[in-house]
């Protein structure tokens, strides 16, 4: 968890360093990682400080008082529903992204990543990472994949839940699943492009991926900034990069 927050005064960006903290979807670890790097280089002595995890977990902390100044989720509707909850003001919501969904197995799995969603019933493939669908977006796109190509009964008892679809794709890559349904973006990362393959899931076969963020109440103005570097073109180019859409394109 972050402890430091807002160490500039509200309003004045101009101090020597300001901190932003942000609660993000898993699925950006990499995405977000580089978007950092970015524009800590392009702002001399800001420090942003970040968490990865389930987007609906992210809320119930963030309810509770968690000390975030930037909400990151894999579906917006979580950062409109804290804004309407009084955590945020609804302007400050903002889309950054579309989310994509891939069937990704690593080298030598009985899976066969080509195959698709439906490809997992084989009675060689025993268990399928997904992210938990009780609390994080990209698990409940899965199921929702699965249930569109027929196959959620069948499946329902090879599937491993990951904590959020970061845990779910570690699952992939170390063997404890011989698949894994995950996002896009980290099919893409260092650690899984060169040590297995996917297939994308057709976009018509889940409800869409709408990924959106919210500068909270409780931020300073550094925290508006960079939200605004994030779905500036340099941070659209980094996110567009490792598998996302814009917010507002068709996919």
Known sequence: MVAIAGCGAPGDPDEETQTVAVAAAADLKFALDE??????AEH???QISV????????VQQIRNGAPFDVYLSADITLAEALADGGFADPAD??????????VWAADGSPADP?????????DDVKTVAIANPQHAPYGQAAEAAMRTAGVLEELKGKLVLGENIAQ???FAQTGNADAGIIALSLALSPGLRDVGAFSEVPLDDFPRLNQGGVVLSRAS???HIFADFLTSPAGQEILSRYGFSPPDGEG
Not at 35 to 40: M, R, S, V
Not at 95 to 102: F, K, N, S
Not at 114 to 122: D, I, M, N
């Open 51 to 58: 968490s990865y995890g389930s987007s609906g977990n992210f």
């Open 35 to 40: 978007i950092i790097n970015a524009f800590e």
């Open 221 to 223: 103005e550094s925290a």
């Open 168 to 170: 779910a794709a570690e």
């Open 114 to 122: 080509t195959a698709g969603v439906s490809g997992l019933v084989k």
């Open 93 to 102: 919501v903002f889309g950054y992204a579309t989310g994509r969904l891939v």
């Open 44 to 46: 001399d002595g800001w």
